[in-house]
């Protein structure tokens, strides 16, 4: 991190819940330890753009661990750990993972100092610690910094990713890179059909027209490049989301057009695994495992400001 930047982080409150927040001279961000350290806000401060969805009409409670993340207020950055899908895993007495993994629904400790925030968790159903350190690189680049530390006896697979809840205020282009050409479909809502290949040039312009429709993409092979972004096409407003391919290598892209939330939001979603359940990375080869009393660390950046040639 670049020491010149200048930082302040303090406690706040959100919506009733004590919160964290972390600031710089051009970005804002917002965190709720106690329903699953969502981070609930992330401004980008010269043209004051809210990248994060709100809860709206939903009201922001604390989750009830084991339930449907769409029961609840589907809003902000919460984290999918250690799967996206409910399934089970294991032979013999299999093991039950519940919607969206488990640890969205549960409460983080959470320590600051002049510097960064972070939060941790110990897993209900598998044993382990999932960390998150979040911290600036420059005034207008954060990194998240992830550690899982594997507290069983046994070898700990897992699916990790992150899951934005990016609100649509405008026209915004998802920009993925140049050897991106064609996305697998893995949820065709109601117009596209599970397991084709879709041309990328015509699927990444979303509207914030609400069209009750919904649909989900990966990238079909590992990525060269650890980038993806939102474009704002009319103000300009950009957000970029970079990783280590080496240790994230796939991608997923969620749309919802009011299909599951209230208004159209897009998740942008580096991925450790492959596809959406952690039984299917498994038996698939991309789940990460863990070894037991070892560790596996992986970081992401974001960055807002600005796309080349706007003006603020």
Known sequence: ???????????????????????????????????????????????????LLDAGKRSLRKPEEGSSFCDWDMSGWDECFPTIDCCEIGEGQAITLPDHGEVWSRSWSCEADSRAITCSVDGSCIPYRLSRSVSFLSANQVRLRYRVENRG???????????????????????????????????????????????????????????????????????????????????GNYMEMSVCPDLVPYLGVWIDEGLFNDRTTIALEPSIGLYDSLSRAISNGTAQVVAPNEAFEWYLDLRVGLAAGSDA
Request: net charge negative; with cysteine.
């Open 1 to 51: 991190m670049d020491n010149k930047v200048k930082v302040k982080v303090y406690e706040g409150y959100y919506e009733g819940y004590e919160s964290f927040i972390l600031e710089s001279d051009e970005v804002r961000l917002e965190m709720v330890p106690e329903i699953g350290a969502k981070i609930v806000s992330l401004v980008y401060k010269p043209t004051g753009k809210e990248w």
């Open 153 to 235: 006896t046994a070898n700990m697979p897992f699916l990790w990713v992150p899951h934005p809840q990016f609100q649509v205020t405008e026209k915004t282009r998802i920009r993925l890179p140049d050897s991106v050409k064609e996305m697998i479909c893995v949820y065709g809502g109601k117009s596209l059909s599970v397991g084709n290949k879709y041309e990328w040039d015509q699927q990444s312009l979303v509207s914030p027209n609400m069209t009750t429709d919904g649909r989900k993409f990966y990238a079909p092979s590992v990525l060269s490049e650890g980038w993806c972004a939102l474009q704002g096409e009319e103000t």
